[in-house]
């Protein structure tokens, strides 16, 4: 490992942006530590997917409850992502990378000391909101020591970490779970953070960046969890607890509106918005936050939602779940590194996200037609398609909004696309959710009448294995056909991100990091000023940044 800092002895002024180049190996050696950190948050999420039937399950938790599992560390993490962004653009974000890992390792290991599905709910939070800083800063980090030109093959490298604790995450938490049990699924990822956070302090040397007076903007914090709770709770409640037409509704409906509208109002005043209204006057920035919730719902729903059908439908163990997800990983896989290495070589992008759109609405529609006893062969193809869509769009869209973006607002504009990708992972996987359980839990009504049993239990998560074979076969075709029909509800959402990604501006690549855009800015801006002196938590002597 290199002992020399990469900016170290570097010049200052305007002209001297090359010599804050990195080489390969020395970016490398800056991204293990962020590897790591993703690895931590995809493993400690993956793991866990396989095994959410029998989780809810033994703890004798409903439909709701499973989506809400899920949904809580979802609205986690979209809370507290823009924060996340603005705060790396104020402090430290070496300091705030290690911070949100020890926050999330907390939030696991609370997890699995959970006695009932209320309390891992709450620890599921917990876990969001580390999991919503390492979402927002890596990409940020990354942002900082890499060009636009080049950052397509480190996206892929991301890709590729993503692909690993996705496939293995499932298949590790399988086995634990058939194991030992699958209490020990949230400690999986303890040591990999433990070793995260020392890397972190060894590899990663980022420009100081002088204190300032900083106004955090809780009102706006407070504004958007109010407002995407408020969303969250109805699209999970409504048609179970209350009517979808019914006052409550109204009410919920009206109330997530009015704190959207106030949130608008008062961002537009504060002195250090959450999200920056400016951002949205950006053409590219929209037009990829729109097909960022496309992708939100599909990486989630696709998460979740197979993971019900291969257990629930097809009877499978969590272990033979994990194993039978791998095209969906593989797809991914390929498409990200693959084409990473491809945008960093010839600097275009565009033609590859509209083949992405094109496949992540075309792997939906496929997925729409699975069944009970849909083949291996069909499932499988359908779901590489969806997953190289996914891989072709995911890290890609946020690859063409930080190329637009000030080098000042790289940590707010690159958690707002995260921010609605997960916005729209949260609101769809409780809409899904909601369709899953009325459907299921009206077809299994009407099956087993046509056994003449008159259903009992509500709509708890059934062990199929424990089930008579005639119950059995009428719920397995239930969730078989209720999945299919929840890909199908998705289908829309992938033709508005395949509009939005044609609709984007084929705007050329830059070929500048962030820290050398601070540099060659110096000499223009009052803002803005190099000297050399030291790095965060470095011995070398490279350079300072000050606003």
């Not at 993956?46 to 399950?57: A, E, Y």
């Not at 250090?272 to 989630?300: C, K």
């Not at 290495?341 to 992540?360: A, D, E, M, P």
């Not at 504009?413 to 769809?428: D, E, I, K, N, P």
Request: charged content about 10%.
């Amino acid at each position: 490992m290199s002992s020399r800092s990469p900016y170290q002895q570097a010049p200052t002024g305007p002209v001297a942006a090359d010599a804050y180049a990195m080489t390969h190996r020395e970016v490398l050696e800056a991204l293990s530590g962020l590897l790591l950190g993703m690895l931590v948050a995809i493993l400690s999420s993956t793991v866990v997917s396989t095994s959410l039937p029998v989780i809810i399950s033994d703890l004798k938790g409903t439909e709701s409850d499973y989506t809400w599992v899920v949904t809580s560390t979802l609205l986690a993490m979209t809370v507290s992502t823009p924060v996340w962004g603005k705060f790396a653009d104020l402090f430290s974000r070496k300091l705030l990378l290690q911070l949100s890992l020890v926050v999330f390792v907390l939030g696991s290991a609370l997890s699995g000391l959970s006695q009932d599905s209320s309390q891992l709910i709450g620890f599921r939070v917990i876990q969001g909101i580390g999991a919503g800083g390492l979402t927002a800063l890596v990409q940020v980090v990354l942002a900082d020591i890499v060009s636009p030109r080049e950052r397509g093959r480190y996206m892929g490298y991301l890709g590729a970490v993503m692909a690993v604790g996705t496939v293995g995450g499932p298949l590790l938490g399988g086995v634990i779970t058939d194991s030992v049990g699958w209490r020990w699924n949230f400690y999986i990822g303890v040591p990999i953070a433990v070793l995260a956070i020392v890397v972190l302090q060894r590899t990663l040397h980022l420009p100081h960046r002088e204190r300032r007076e900083v106004k955090v903007d809780y009102i706006g914090v407070t504004l958007i969890s109010a407002a995407v709770s408020l969303l969250l709770i109805w699209v999970t409640l409504g048609g179970v607890q209350f009517a979808w037409a019914s006052w409550t509704t109204v009410a919920m409906v009206g109330g997530a509106g009015l704190g959207a509208v106030v949130l608008v109002w008062h961002e537009s005043r504060v002195a250090e918005p959450i999200i920056p209204l400016a951002l949205f006057r950006n053409r590219t920035i929209v037009l990829a936050i729109v097909a960022s919730i496309g992708v939100g719902v599909a990486i989630f729903g696709a998460s979740i939602y197979l993971s019900q059908y291969m257990q629930l439908s097809r009877g499978e163990t969590p272990t033979v779940s994990g194993l039978l997800t791998i095209p969906l990983i593989g797809g991914l896989l390929v498409a990200s590194t693959v084409v990473g290495q491809v945008i960093s070589r010839t600097g275009v992008w565009k033609r590859y996200l509209v083949t992405g759109g094109v496949l992540l609405t075309g792997g939906l529609l496929l997925m729409s037609r699975i069944r009970v006893d849909t083949g291996w062969v069909y499932l499988a193809v359908s779901m590489a398609i969806l997953g190289a869509g996914i891989g072709l769009l995911m890290q890609n869209l946020v690859l063409v909004v930080q190329n637009v973006l000030p080098v000042s607002m790289l940590g707010s504009g690159s958690s707002s696309v995260s921010f609605f990708r997960t916005l729209g992972g949260a609101v769809g996987v409780s809409a899904l959710g909601a369709l899953l359980a009325h459907r299921v839990t009206a077809m299994v009504t009407s099956g087993l009448a046509g056994l003449g049993i008159r259903p009992t239990g509500g709509n708890t998560i059934p062990d199929v294995q424990t089930l008579p074979g005639p119950v059995r076969s009428v719920v397995e075709s239930a969730y078989g056909q209720g999945i299919g029909e929840v890909f199908l509800a998705a289908v829309p959402l992938g033709v508005i991100a395949l509009v939005a990604v044609i609709m984007l501006p084929n705007a050329k690549l830059g070929t500048k990091s962030g820290v050398q855009q601070l540099v060659e800015n110096a000499g223009d801006s009052a803002l803005l000023d190099v000297t050399p002196v030291q790095v965060e938590d470095s011995a070398a002597a490279p350079a300072e940044v000050r606003r």
